[in-house]
């Protein structure tokens, strides 16, 4: 049953990247997607990690944000509700916001939004109920490595390596984005 849940998601991760432009033949290109998805279900298959679990539970500084009464497998599952837009093409989007927050460059002097990706997450809004429906949002995934590292009590990055990359001998190329939680 895990091992099915592995390829489901894996199947529903491609045309999400594919939307987006990735190269979805190249696993190097997808690494740091490939790489939260099994982590995590290593960590529920060796129960080390309940999938049944509030993220607020795991990760207290989310409880009063939208995604902190999300199960672990809601946001596994990409099945949040977020009101946040990864629509590449509107300047307005979401995303931007988000990045805007994490960009390491010295903030505009009237820039008042939230500064990193942990304070960006605690200022998305729910939108509708967890677990009905499936929208890939950056943020779930940036949420999920950090449940694997509270899970873990190690670097998240460190976590995939050493679980997944060295067992297998990928190499992928975004591994050191991982390396934010």
């Known amino acids: 049953m895990k091992k099915l849940a592995l390829t489901a998601l894996w199947s ?3 045309p999400c ?5 990735a190269e979805a033949s190249d696993p190097r290109t997808l690494g740091w997607m490939q790489g939260f998805p ?7 298959a060796e129960d080390k990690l309940d999938d049944k679990k509030i993220v607020a539970e795991i990760i207290p500084e989310l409880k009063h944000s939208a995604i902190g009464d999300a199960t672990v497998r809601q946001v596994l599952d990409m099945t ?3 009101k946040y837009s990864e629509n590449y093409a ?13 960009n390491p460059m010295p903030k505009p002097s009237d820039y008042q939004g939230p500064d990193g990706y ?3 997450l605690k200022t998305v809004q729910k939108q ?9 949002k950056t943020v779930s995934t940036d949420v999920l490595g950090w449940v694997i590292s509270r899970v873990t009590g190690q670097d998240c990055a460190q976590f995939i390596s050493e ?4 067992k297998n001998d990928h190499r992928p190329l975004l591994l050191n984005w991982v390396s934010i939680f």
């Open 163 to 166: 679980r997944l990359w060295q």
């Open 128 to 136: 509708g109920k967890h677990g009905e429906a499936f929208g890939y």
């Open 90 to 102: 509107d300047p307005k989007a979401d995303i931007w916001q988000y990045a805007a927050a994490a």
């Open 17 to 21: 990247l594919a939307q987006l432009n």
């Open 12 to 14: 529903l991760s491609l």
């Open 38 to 44: 099994p982590a995590a279900e290593i960590l529920i």
């Open 118 to 120: 942990f304070d960006h």
């Open 80 to 82: 949040t509700a977020l």
